[in-house]
């Protein structure tokens, strides 16, 4: 099993900056890549970010230029830097281990709130 512990989380004012993290434990061995992706109330879960073992990265149009994924390998964590932010930005964040043994045994945090508004 992997555990993923998510942080960061708040309220910020439009064009503030967070910074989530997510911490992994446990067999990290079994991920290849990890992302975050983001929930607002009413819509699907989508992607935002994610960066493989290797540090490829990719993101969604919405963040490009405004969002930054990394990785701390030392310490099994990844961060998601979150600037210039907009109210469409707010949404539950998720953090997800992608595993070598495919979608059904990838792994989830619980998530975190974060509230862009004036």
């Known amino acids: 099993q992997v555990q993923l512990v998510e942080s960061g989380g708040g309220l910020v004012q439009p064009g503030g900056s967070l910074r989530l993290s997510c911490a992994a434990s446990?067999?990290?061995?079994?991920?290849?890549?990890m992302g975050w992706y983001r929930q607002a109330p009413g819509k699907q879960r989508e992607l935002v970010a994610v960066i493989t073992n290797g540090g490829s990265t990719n993101y969604t149009d919405s963040v490009k230029g405004r969002f930054t994924i990394s990785r701390d390998n030392a310490k099994n964590t990844v961060y998601l830097q979150m600037n210039s932010l907009k109210s469409e930005d707010t949404a539950v964040y998720y953090c997800k281990a992608y595993s070598w043994g495919g979608p059904d045994n990838d792994y989830w945090g619980q998530g975190t709130q974060v509230t862009v508004s004036s």
């Open positions: 446990g067999r990290i061995f079994r991920i290849y890549a």
